[in-house]
């Protein structure tokens, strides 16, 4: 599988849910007139993995298998995916499983750009010629013409759907499969290749998309010679009955895998992530019956779809503070009766001053005075213990003023910044009343003066000038804005919590500075 090099970097980020959810990584933020507040947990997964993909097959409820077993028959509720290399021998084979559960009435899905041929599942590929082959070749397009790449990059073109009039032998029910590119306008390749057929039949029955036809490819033997190519095929597909009569296998085929991975699913403007829904709902078949998958990625398989789970999960409802609780089992059944026949029992007590006649006795008895006496005592004990442990405190106190204490007297030739421990002394009055704003305010100084800073610059920020590789510059902007007043404004307390959730912010535009995202503009005299 190729690595993600274009875009937006070699790692994406993934915090909250998926809305489809877009995981950029983090850059510096603010909100306008403050600071920006702390961000929950992020998950981060690199560009190029199919982390997504198993995600959303885990949210629907499908589970990873580990291996098929030779001797024993194939579930017709099980989905194979080979994402990537198809590289493999004797029943490690991806396309051999492939073929396999095809066979049975199950569901595949491939996605490569890599050379390989391809038979379908009624044929023995040691005796038979293949149904065709995905090529070696490298797919480019017309950069110049928005319809046809994507971002103006040729080695990414844009799919283009067919439709089930253009076939030749058009069916008069167009089964499933063509749902699955119906409409989608923006779905992105990454360096593709493109799908050579020698027949339509059984799972590669039907050519499902296309790509651009200012198509070229570059050829097997020699990379850097391309020629032009009209409108490659891009997907084949297919859905029928197994040989058992059983409802029908369902089979997608397309020539790059990186429609697929973590990258193209979060990237705007595209349609990558409908189409992967889309996948997923058709090969689960019409009532989501498949709920089993072996999955190859570069064919190795992958055991673990829920990595993300936790991530993608829906947010529960807060309960409200009068609800309910659940009780569960056999009391969640039972709990408004077991709140009834509590309730029933509390008014009891009540009427018949049951607690009361426990506690102190009678009304009116020696017993009742004499609680009433014992308590009077006892509550004068406490109150006692309180008044002295509060007029503790206040001498404690007293005894560590707050104010700074004066510098002792040295007399001539003391160093300008005051006599020696007055600095160490500072330090420790300020972490002592939980204040660390002046030593925050020299460090962000010291920060902007290596930055270029003018000399006694003013609460007003110097003009910046903004990297075009930045992709939130307002973003950037503001933040630096909220630094510089923390740095140059009027001074305002800041507790050392606060400056630990700031502090990341911090280091990224200290990290922006160091790559060149982002300076002050000099004026010229």
């Known amino acids: 599988m190729k690595s993600p090099t274009r875009f937006h970097g070699w790692s994406l980020v993934l915090g909250g849910a998926l809305t489809a959810a877009l995981l950029t990584v983090p850059a510096a933020s603010a909100q306008p007139n403050r600071f920006p507040e702390p961000q929950p947990p992020q998950v981060q997964i690199p560009g190029g993995g199919t982390e997504l993909l198993r995600a959303l097959l885990d949210r629907e409820g499908i589970e990873p298998i580990r291996e098929f077993d030779a001797n024993k028959p194939l579930d017709r509720n099980t989905i194979v995916i080979s994402i990537g290399l198809l590289d493999g ?11 396999r559960v095809i066979a049975v009435g199950g569901a595949a899905l491939i996605a490569t750009d890599s050379f390989s041929r391809v038979h379908e599942h009624d044929r023995d590929p040691r005796t038979n010629n293949p149904v065709g082959w995905f090529h070696r070749g490298t797919v480019t ?55 050579q057929e020698r027949r339509f039949r059984q799972e590669y029955q039907y050519p499902l998309a296309r790509l651009p036809k200012s ?112 009780l569960g089992g056999v009391l969640g059944k039972n709990q408004d009766k077991l709140i009834d026949a509590a309730n029933g029992f509390a008014d ?74 007055v600095f160490d ?29 003018p000399e006694n610059p003013g609460p007003q920020m110097p003009d910046l000038e903004i990297s075009d590789a930045v992709r939130k510059p307002n973003s950037l902007r503001q933040a630096l804005r909220d630094m510089w007043r923390l740095a140059y404004g009027p001074p305002t307390p800041m507790s050392a919590q606060r400056w630990f959730e700031l502090e990341p912010y911090f280091e990224r535009l200290k990290l922006a500075h160091t790559e060149d995202k982002w300076r002050f503009v000099r004026n010229e005299v």
């Open 348 to 421: 009891q007590l009540q009427n018949r001053d049951a607690i009361h006649k426990m506690l102190v006795g009678e009304p009116g008895s020696e017993r009742e005075r004499n609680s009433a006496a014992n308590w009077i005592e006892r509550t004068a004990i406490v109150a006692s213990v309180a008044v002295i442990l509060f007029l503790l405190r206040r001498l404690w106190r007293a005894k560590h003023p707050q104010d700074i204490p004066p510098a002792p007297v040295t007399g001539a030739g003391a160093a300008s910044t005051g006599p020696p421990g």
């Open 89 to 99: 021998t004797d029943w490690n084979d991806p396309l051999q499983h492939v073929r």
């Open 215 to 326: 198509s070229r490819a570059s050829a097997d033997e020699n990379p850097n010679v391309s020629r032009a190519i009209n409108s490659p095929l891009f997907a084949v597909g297919g859905d029928g009955p197994d040989w058992f009569g059983n409802p029908g296998f369902s089979f997608l085929a397309m020539a790059d895998s990186s429609v697929f991975i973590n990258q193209m699913l979060m990237e705007q403007n595209t349609d990558n992530l409908e189409l992967t829904l889309r996948a997923i709902e058709y090969l689960q078949g019409p009532d989501k019956t498949r709920t089993k998958c072996l999955f190859y990625e570069n064919g190795r398989v992958v055991e673990k779809f829920d990595g993300l789970r936790n991530a993608m999960a829906k947010p529960r409802p807060k309960i409200p503070p009068e609800a309910m609780p659940n």
């Open 141 to 195: 397009a017309d950069w110049q013409n928005p319809q046809h790449t994507y971002n103006s990059r040729p080695d990414c073109p844009i799919v283009v759907p067919v439709s089930p009039d253009e076939v030749g032998d058009a069916p008069e029910r167009p089964g499933r499969v063509w749902n699955v590119f119906r409409g989608l306008k923006r779905v992105v390749t990454n360096q593709p290749t493109y799908f």
């Open 425 to 453: 002394r500072r330090q420790k009055e300020l972490v002592r009343r939980n204040n660390v704003y002046e030593p925050v305010r020299q460090l962000t100084r010291e920060f902007f003066a290596t930055a270029g800073a």
